[in-house]
């Protein structure tokens, strides 16, 4: 939300004053980090305390970061006369995650915590294929130089994606010496209890952090032979290695759901399976172990459902998504309450997924009927200066045999190789009119930015905000035979990691 004009003397001497006040209660290193969001002051002081040169990559926009190590300084200052012992903490975080320029020195009573949310969450700092986290490892060297005190805030586990087996095993094992190696003092993990899921970088994570010199291999070995038996163990080492080397490999860093199918392909869901299968075998005279197995098998049964549902979706089938979601619905909220899962899965499912399939199913249910799934490969153009429209793009006879073709439901661009560029985005595609009396709509499932829809150069609707499944009557502008359908999408502000565009398919429905 909005926060506070941070360059006001009179606003710094009260901030300073509560602070004192509330370590006089008890807490002797509090926060004095601004809250979540983006609701920085707009006021020419303000503004002016911001380097134009200083760009936060993840959207563009200038760094506020200098405003606010300004503010800290000084509320360090006057706090440090009155409290000396105290450490002030604050988050490196949003549009304030880059380091101050000038060769700005915290005050030795700060401590900065960076929190690298919009840093891709698949792979370890410095991954080599991953330009996401190669940065990172410039953040951290950069506010290692202006702070005498460092501290590291992230997620274990996949942020807004609580579903399917997940490992950062290679990820601690590399992170948490690291960070240690750059003098960071502390580690706070946001952790899910998943165990179903998440269990053995879970334990390495908690292992690691209270001695990060510990040999991670060695820890994990003794994990997998004490947790599942010396006859299940090795293979469910294998399980989740594989799952960790998986995801460690995958040169694709979206965020929440839309990487995950490119790990968690048919072929690669059958082999876990089997690994399972073996391990269950082996587990099965001693029921502790065989327990353990069986709560691996329902995490895995996780993501089998979610590409069978997903495909569903691709082909159209939302009635058949529609039984697939709400069964791992239903197994999701009873992993919840049998203690293995967490109440975020089922918030993340809902919310992702289940509004999506409901408006999806609703759209082709009976009287309706289903005519076409759009094609899963557009032309795809940007449109940095916004003059796309004067230019013709939406028009049905625009040349756009120049603009790239990209896919669109089967991967997200990331993984095409094509940057998050927050700019204007124009899709454009062909389909053919069946023999229909009814009206006629098309239903987006999702889009990543504001979407404006056009059938044969003329605009018919568009989306009422972000990522929200949306229909638009094309009754009166379809034509027999071909048809151009053209899509602006405004993508210029940041929803999720990595993506943008036309995201899940399109459907042509035939209304009665």
Known sequence: GEWYCTSNPGLRELFAQGVIAHIAKGDKHPSISPPDGRGYCQCAACRGQDDPKVIEPSTGQISVSNRYVDFFQDVARRVGKAAPDSILNFYCYADYTQAPSGGVKLEPNLCAWLAPI???????????????????????????????????????????????????????????????????????????????????????SIRLAYDPAADADAIMDDYFLKFYGPKAGPLMKQYWMDIDRAFAELKCHAGSFYAVHLVYTPQFIAGCQKLLRQAAEGARDDPAYAARVDMAAEGLQNA???????????????????????????????????????????????????????????????????????????????DPQNNGIEAGYQQAGFDDSQWREVATYSKPLDAQGLPDRQTIMWYRTKFRLPQTTGKLSLFFTEVDGDATVYVNGKEVGGSRRKRIPFEVDVTEQVKPGENTLAVRVDHSTITELFLGGIIRPVLLVEKR
């Open 304 to 382: 089998a459902q979610y590409e069978q549902l997903r495909q569903e979706m691709n082909r159209g089938d939302f009635a058949a998504a529609l039984k697939t979601y709400q069964s791992l619905l239903e197994r999701s909220n009873r992993n919840v309450k049998s203690g293995w899962g967490n109440h975020y899965t089922v918030i993340y499912l809902e919310r992702f997924l289940g509004e999506h399939i409901k408006a999806g199913a609703a759209a082709v249910a009976p009287p309706n009927r289903l005519l076409a799934v759009l094609p899963d490969v557009w032309r795809l153009e940007y």
């Open 118 to 204: 919009r840093y891709c969450r698949l792979h370890r700092i410095g991954h080599p294929h991953c330009s996401s986290r190669i940065q990172l490892t410039e953040l951290i060297d950069a506010w290692g130089a202006a702070a005498s005190r460092l501290g590291y805030r992230t997620y274990n586990y996949n942020l807004a994606e609580c579903l399917v087996p997940f490992s950062m095993i290679s990820v601690w094992k590399h992170d948490i010496p690291y960070l240690k190696s750059k003098n960071c003092i502390g580690i706070n993990l946001e952790s899910l209890a998943n165990w179903q899921i998440y269990g053995p970088h879970l334990y390495l």
